[in-house]
């Protein structure tokens, strides 16, 4: 039952049903509370339909039942970036890297040119 709802809720997603997305992530996270893969997942349906603070609050717990979790950091620093908390998003997006994602690197650097340009780095 459990993987049928997250294949499911992985469906609405695609097929842009975010609010049955949610329902669907809402009991899988009912299920199994330590799902790290429904919060990010409900976290990102919730940014999409524009509650970028319900997103927060999913990345957040997403975080904290991993603190590694790349994902958990980059989904919320864009959620983090779109609020306008530009310093929390460089801090998200700087300890995603830590975790291990080099492909945060460029947008770490867009943000650092639109927050703090006294701390850009030129790479040749």
Known sequence: MLQYDIVH???CSALRDKEDSIKYYNRIIE???????AYN???LARYEMGDKDG????????RKLDPKN???YSNRGLARYDLGDKEGAIRD????IECGSPFLVDTLEVSKIITQPEKIVFRN
Do not use: C, H, M, W
């Open 70 to 72: 790349v994902d958990a």
């Open 31 to 37: 299920l199994n509370p330590k799902n790290i893969r």
């Open 55 to 62: 997103a927060i609050e999913d990345f957040n717990k997403d």
């Open 9 to 11: 809720g992985a469906s």
């Open 93 to 96: 997006y700087t300890q995603a």
């Open 41 to 43: 997942k409900r976290g």
